[in-house]
């Protein structure tokens, strides 16, 4: 049905009217006459000429109403106001200032409102005064009730530029504070108009001001006011987007059409499809045809050795398997020492050496094969200079350590985790550079727990916190937090204390910005206890009526609403809500703190003490009244991040010591029941300490590195690196003491380290570079805090990756050489004895251990283990064993060498003279009752007893040749012995053990 018109009110009565000259150029109200019982100003009902603006009221109009200053003609106009009238024309209008911010548009037409109806020279047109009244302080005839007609532009112009405004610290339209929610320009003026006295509390107009009575019938002689407001667009009063969002620029663009299928099509497939399939084919086949010619290289390699009589592959350690001789009688020593539970003698492993390229051979790709001789250059040269080496990766630690000095510990989580180049930090730094630093904020909640008093239980079931009981312990909490100071040094290094009131944030004036539900009665407790008295049938400011009314009668000290849903806490939202008195379990107090650069100091001073405060006694009062209270500041979440820091400073510590227990346990062994005092040469601490000490260096370095290049660093960066390279850096080092314990024990020290880093060096690069490239891709992010991170990161990795390339293998080479010479660990100045073979405990002459005359330990339990030196392997020793051993292969057939004197293997050499007499007796026993090889009666004739040769020697036989001759002039004179197979003949040396193969398969 259509919609029934507005009933039409009735006629207005001209003669009851006060007004009776309604021309232009006449005023219906002028100057001041009174005052209401509250204070409130009453306008004259004086129905008068227009008058001319004296110099008083000419500057007060051109600063309050300068648009209609401008319509009538500046000083040449008449105006119907006094500036006593301006003055407080000018006051009411401020108070809306703070919810129009956002648009200028908004409060220029609403100022320009209240001027055209207080000072426009036809005021009598447009106003009538219907009733007078006796002003309460003096009697003289004020106005109680006036006419208003508006034109519908009018009043439609000045709706529509504030209809969409928002006040910011609520987050709600402005409308709901300055118009009560109007939906209309009716609805807004008839808000305007209402006398104080018909609200509660009286808050309004202080006296009655109908607009529009008559709907659209307007009365005789009334002519409704006319004025061009400018919209919420305009360019001179240009809104915000939020504030006015059909302001040019601001409108939604259509959504674009959809776009065309534009794409690269190769049949049912597009372009971009097909090259990603052609290109897994190239991949494919590339990498299929680069392992078929890999293959057929290797293929083509192995027929040539096999052409030329060279073995298929060269042996790692040394054995030579052309001979099936040799090869029986090392798999049987194998056999029978696995059975005693002894070790390989030439796997420092405990497992049977592997026949596998030597590091530089070219079965290796060509890549890997220069980085395999460049790092076993590098190894020699450690373990050449081993204290050099060392002492210049001190020097590099040391230099990265210089940065240090510049080192900077970021914790604010603005600056961790948001880059300056994005969007959110340049919107931010354009609203600050607007309308200065966002404010921060601290915080108080104070909530009810069930053994709380109250009479409401809320739809959570804990009863309601909406008791004046706790609304005065707030109250006397709100009064400690007044009365705190931070103590701190202000701008000129003087000792000075912050209060609330210095670093509160203040948007209106002198009073702190406090948002609480004390803010009702102005946070004053007085004034909360007398309304409290109050009779029931008055008028007071309950929690409940202020529940209702916050947005009008019960504003804050600082003259802003506050809304219940900011203040209150824990009620449902849903259908369930009854009321927030009965529903409410929670206050929030929040304290916004100006943050500006000058007053960061105090803010931050006031702010830990709030904090204190709120740990303490606030806690103890809540406790005291069965409430519990919880609490932050805007530092919170720094501090916090701090003191986790410091509390995982001792998991770190932990953490490497740990290691350092682990890496000792992991690379050292357990000596014989007969050599105990050997655990204090065999526990490696030492040598784990120092490579805990290089993996500590690594973080220190990198930290000091990134920070000479002015970057800063993050809690992260020091409680997650430390454990990276740890894991790292022991992996390592495992690695490399793993590789040198593979090594041929007759090798000279200096060569197995070299080997050792030639073979384990391209695997720990290639770990290490893909570790370090990783980190950097995580350098490319705009997050400060991964940017940074990954950086540090990386630098840390490359730094222990130089480090045990050098420095570790330099420490692994000087422990060695310290096991050798059973020394005592982590005091190596202490030489520790050892049995010999006749049970006394004996020391090594250190004249007889030349640097690079080495002896390895077996029987490790970890990698690079090694036991302790036993007598029996000593020169004298080897000989005896070697005629019991083919004395009773010629008398039974065969023999075993005594497990327990297997233990310890130096490497020694034999002069000509001392391999003569010795291998002498050895031919003379080893052929077993066959005619013996022609090697063997050579030896036989070149002497007679080794035995006695060692006796003169002290056991310990060492002679070089002088000559630089060979031991055997052809290699082939011993059998099985090729020259391809380097564990036998070292240039012109031979070691005991291939002597004992030799012996044992002869």
């Not at 914790?411 to 994005?422: D, M, Q």
Request: charge should be negative; glycine fraction near 8%.
């Amino acid at each position: 049905p259509p919609p029934v018109p507005p009933p039409v009110p009735p006629p207005v009565d001209p003669r009851s009217w006060v007004t009776k000259t309604h021309e232009p150029g006449y005023c219906a109200l002028y100057d001041i006459c009174g005052h209401r019982k509250d204070g409130d100003v009453l306008p004259c009902p004086n129905n008068t000429k227009a008058q001319p603006p004296s110099d008083v009221l000419a500057k007060k109009l051109q600063a309050t109403c300068p648009s209609l200053w401008s319509e009538q003609g500046g000083a040449a106009g008449h105006y119907c106001c006094t500036p006593q009238q301006v003055d407080k024309l000018a006051t009411d209008t401020s108070k809306v200032a703070p919810f129009t911010v956002g648009c200028p548009a908004c409060l220029h037409n609403f100022i320009q409102l209240w001027c055209v109806l207080t000072c426009s020279p036809d005021q009598a047109t447009f106003l009538n005064v219907t009733s007078v009244q006796l002003a309460a302080d003096n009697n003289v005839t004020a106005v109680q009730q006036v006419d208003i007609w508006m034109n519908q532009d009018f009043t439609d112009d000045l709706y529509n530029s504030c209809k969409d405004v928002k006040y910011g610290a609520a987050n709600l339209p402005a409308m709901n504070f300055i118009g009560g929610g109007a939906k209309n320009g009716q609805e807004w003026l008839e808000f305007l108009g209402e006398v104080k006295d018909k609200r509660r509390p009286p808050v309004g107009s202080p006296f009655q001001q109908n607009f529009n009575p008559t709907g659209n019938v307007t009365p005789p002689d009334i002519k409704p006011a006319v004025e061009n407001l400018p919209s919420c667009g305009d360019s001179l009063f240009m809104c915000s987007c939020a504030d006015c969002p059909v302001a040019p620029g601001c409108a939604v663009p259509p959504p674009a059409p959809p776009p065309g299928d534009h794409r690269c099509m190769a049949g049912a497939i597009t372009c971009w499809d097909l090259t990603l399939i052609l290109t897994y084919i190239g991949l494919v086949a590339g990498c299929g045809a680069y392992a078929w010619h890999f293959r057929r290289r290797q293929q083509e390699g192995l027929q040539l050795e096999q052409n030329l009589g060279l073995e298929a592959e060269e042996p790692l350690l040394g054995m030579s398997a052309e001979d099936p001789t040799i090869g029986s009688s090392v798999a049987a020593t194998a056999a029978s020492n696995g059975a005693a539970g002894e070790v390989d003698i030439y796997d420092g492993d405990g497992i049977n050496a592997e026949s596998e390229p030597l590091p530089g051979d070219v079965h290796y790709p060509w890549l890997e094969r220069k980085m395999q001789q460049a790092y076993t250059q590098l190894g020699e040269f450690c373990a050449q200079r081993p204290m050099h080496v060392t002492l210049a990766g001190v020097v590099l630690i040391g230099f990265c350590l210089l940065g240090l000095t510049r080192f900077q510990l970021e914790t604010n989580p603005e600056h961790l985790w948001v880059g300056p180049s994005s969007r959110a930090a340049q919107d931010k730094a354009n609203y600050e550079a607007s309308f200065g630093p966002f404010y921060r904020v601290s915080q108080l909640i104070l909530s009810t727990t069930l053994q709380s008093q109250s009479k409401y239980i809320s739809t959570s079931g804990l009863p309601a916190i909406v008791t004046d009981d706790n609304i005065l312990l707030l109250f006397q909490m709100q009064a400690k937090v007044d009365a705190l100071r931070g103590a701190y040094t202000n701008s000129t290094s003087q000792n000075a204390e912050a209060a609330l009131t210095d670093v509160c944030f203040k948007p209106f004036g002198t009073a702190c910005a406090t948002q609480s539900v004390l803010q009702y009665w102005h946070m004053d407790r007085a004034l909360y206890e007398s309304e409290q008295k109050k009779s029931p049938y008055a008028v007071k400011l309950s929690p409940d009526y202020c529940f209702g009314h916050w947005a009008t009668q019960c504003r804050s000290a600082f003259e802003a609403p506050i809304d219940p849903h900011v203040v209150l806490g824990g009620f449902s939202t849903g259908p369930d809500f009854r009321n927030y008195s009965a529903d409410t379990t929670a206050f929030v107090v929040t304290y916004p703190i100006d943050s500006s650069p000058a007053n960061r100091a105090a803010a931050l001073a006031w702010e830990e003490a709030f904090v204190q405060l709120a740990k303490t006694e606030l806690s103890s009062m809540a406790a005291a009244a069965k409430l519990s209270l919880a609490f932050q500041a805007e530092r919170s979440v720094e501090d916090e991040l701090k003191r986790e820091s410091y509390a995982d400073a001792s998991v770190v510590a932990i953490s490497y010591l740990v290691m350092l227990g682990y890496i000792a346990l992991a690379l050292a062994a357990l000596p014989p029941p007969q050599q105990l005092l050997q655990v204090f040469v065999l526990s490696r601490a030492s040598l784990g300490a120092g490579g805990v000490l290089i993996v500590a260096s690594s973080v220190a370095g990198s930290l000091g590195l990134c920070s000479m290049f002015g970057m800063w660093s993050t809690l992260i960066i020091m409680e997650v690196i430390p454990f990276l390279v740890l894991a790292v850096g022991v992996d390592n080092m495992f690695v490399l003491a793993h590789a040198l314990a593979r090594q041929d024990p007759t090798l000279p020290l200096v060569t197995r380290a070299g080997l050792a880093l030639g073979s384990a060096g391209p695997s720990i690069t290639l770990a290490a570079s893909c570790e370090v490239l990783a980190f950097g891709l995580g350098s490319l992010t705009p997050m400060p805090a991964v940017r940074n991170f990954s950086l540090c990161a990386a630098t840390a990795v490359l730094l222990d990756f130089i480090l045990q390339v050098t420095v570790f293998m330099a420490l692994l080479v000087l422990d060695s050489k310290r096991l050798q010479q059973s020394r005592l660990d982590c005091l190596p100045c202490i030489r520790v004895p050892y049995r010999d073979a006749t049970g006394q405990w004996v020391y090594d002459d250190v004249s007889e251990d030349p640097e690079d005359e080495e002896s390895t330990l077996l029987g490790s339990s970890g990698p690079g283990g090694h036991g302790p030196r036993n007598d029996g392997w000593s020169l004298a020793g080897v000989t005896s064993r070697l005629k019991g051993l083919a004395g009773s292969r010629g008398n039974q057939g065969s023999g075993t060498a005594d497990p327990g004197e297997m233990y310890y293997a130096p490497q020694q050499e034999l002069s000509p003279t001392a391999a003569a007499e010795g291998s002498g007796s050895v031919g003379a026993t080893a052929t077993n009752g066959s005619t013996a090889p022609e090697t063997s009666q050579e030896i036989g004739a070149s002497g007679t007893t080794m035995g006695s040769a060692a006796a003169a020697t002290g056991g310990r036989a060492r002679d070089r040749p002088s000559n630089g001759g060979s031991m055997f002039t052809p290699a082939a004179a011993i059998p099985g012995v090729t020259k391809s197979g380097p564990g036998l003949l070292h240039g012109d040396k031979l070691s005991l053990q291939a002597l004992l193969q030799v012996s044992t398969s002869g």
